[in-house]
């Protein structure tokens, strides 16, 4: 166990000294006031590669070269594009190839899931889920809900902090599973809780649902890439992501789900089709009657956005490089010296209301104020931080193990001193 100090000299010899020190230099940093900011809004967007102009560029070529025939006889052939980040993407979550595809938009592939796994009849209808969800997930358990004609407050189960608390037990989360018992249909939960940063038991949380003979599912727009995870181990049922936090894929880029292989080969399952989701040896052949590929590809809509998905392939060549587990591993030792370095500051000011068990948490450190919250966070953006602020009073910070570092940590920590006592002067001059 490494014995922290709270000086720039050691903050510097943890970078001298970390494994993946030349990966912060294959991104773009942001810049504020001519300085390079320190970026800790991975969770919100992720830095560019500077891989992925050249991936983009070599795609634009081939339409210019090639037109239509880049489908065919570019150098990574567009008719096959959803194939190229099936590799990675299934070692970053813990499956099998076929289990993934990077497609839509997370929403999107929210409710194709929900679609096929949200089946509710007259005595098994219930949905459960964590209190305080993202909203998107809010929206699309209560139209799913709505369109099977019953009322989302007698369908949807929300799972709330004990009262002081700020995150779910698991044991609570199991326990009420087994409350609801064969009255659920589905268990649904992120992955990551986007506003405190709790990283769920997935395993256990799964097992739960199983029990009762629902179906689980999860939202990994702040787990995938950020923390270990094991779908195909687990029996997760199916999940979707996002790709343009962690995964680094650039503003609205290309989403992706996963279904579990002992679903694969279940062309029984309800689904919403389209073309890209049929038999690609029969595609092109334009007949009625939809014949689902096998495994994750099953679930596709539509042709593949090249452009979208080129960025991303950029992206997940990096994590091929680093490997998930060195990722983890320094993301726990960088988010464990945020928390020490905010906790030599003045704690009267705040609570850190995301989980202090390493295993409950990923990189991200979520800072409710107490007092002068949203003046303390415009002196932190003033300062050179792009941070998040979260109403009605959290100030989110995630320091993403690809490219920052742990002087970047020490540099947040000490500007985020100096805003907490100028916020009590500038209070002060107020009153």
């Known amino acids: 166990m490494i014995k922290f100090k709270n000086s720039l000299t050691f903050a510097k010899s943890l970078d001298k000294n970390d494994p993946l020190k030349t990966f912060r230099s294959q991104f773009y940093l942001p810049k504020v006031n001519g300085k390079t900011a320190i970026y800790l809004t991975g969770n919100s967007l992720g830095l560019q590669p500077k891989l992925a102009a050249k991936y983009v560029e070599e795609e634009l070529q081939a339409w210019a070269d090639l037109g239509v025939e880049g489908h065919f006889h570019a150098k990574r052939p567009w008719l096959d594009y959803h194939t190229f980040s099936k590799k990675t993407l299934a070692k970053i979550v813990g499956a099998k190839p076929m289990e993934v595809v990077a497609m839509n938009q997370l929403t999107v592939n929210l409710h194709l899931m929900l679609t096929t796994f949200y089946r509710p009849t007259a005595t098994r209808f219930k949905i459960i889920t964590e209190a305080g969800a993202f909203s998107s997930d809010q929206y699309a358990f209560e139209s799913q809900v709505k369109l099977h004609g019953i009322k989302p407050e007698k369908a949807i189960v929300e799972i709330k902090a004990r009262a002081g608390e700020f995150t779910l037990r698991t044991e609570d989360i199991?326990?009420?599973?087994?409350?609801?018992?064969d009255q659920i249909a589905l268990v649904v939960f992120g992955g990551v809780q986007y506003y405190s940063g709790q990283f769920f038991d997935l395993k256990r949380i799964t097992e739960a649902?199983?029990?009762?003979?629902?179906?689980?599912?999860?939202?990994?727009?702040?787990?995938?890439?950020?923390?270990?995870?094991q779908l195909?181990?687990?029996?997760?049922?199916?999940?979707?992501?996002?790709?343009?936090?962690?995964?680094?894929?650039?503003?609205?880029?290309?989403?992706?789900?996963?279904?579990?292989?002992k679903h694969a080969t279940n062309f029984e399952l309800p689904r919403l089709a389209g073309w890209w989701g049929h038999n690609a040896k029969e595609r092109f052949q334009m007949k009625k009657g939809f014949k689902p590929m096998a495994g994750a590809d099953g679930w596709q809509l539509s042709n593949f956005p090249v452009l979208s998905g080129a960025s991303q392939l950029a992206s997940l060549q990096l994590f091929q490089n680093a490997g998930m587990k060195a990722l983890r591993q320094k993301s726990e030792l960088l988010t464990?010296?945020?928390?020490?370095?905010?906790?030599?500051n003045l704690e009267d000011h705040f609570t850190i209301i995301t989980p202090k068990n390493v295993a409950e948490r990923g990189c991200q450190l979520s800072i409710m104020m107490k007092k002068n919250g949203?003046?303390?966070?415009?002196?932190?953006?003033?300062?050179?931080?792009?941070?998040d602020w979260r109403e009605p009073d959290v100030i989110r910070v995630a320091p993403v193990p690809l490219y920052n570092t742990f002087e970047d940590v020490f540099r947040f920590a000490e500007i985020f001193s100096r805003a907490l006592k100028a916020s009590d002067r500038l209070k002060r001059s107020d009153a």
């Open 336 to 344: 464990e010296y945020l928390l020490f370095l905010l906790n030599e």
């Open 374 to 387: 949203r003046k303390v966070f415009d002196l932190l953006v003033k300062s050179g931080v792009i941070a």
């Open 174 to 181: 199991v326990n009420e599973i087994k409350t609801h018992g």
């Open 209 to 229: 649902g199983h029990s009762v003979g629902a179906y689980v599912g999860f939202d990994l727009a702040h787990a995938i890439g950020n923390v270990p995870l």
């Open 232 to 261: 195909n181990k687990h029996q997760v049922d199916f999940a979707v992501w996002c790709g343009y936090k962690y995964l680094n894929s650039g503003p609205g880029s290309i989403a992706g789900a996963f279904i579990h292989e």
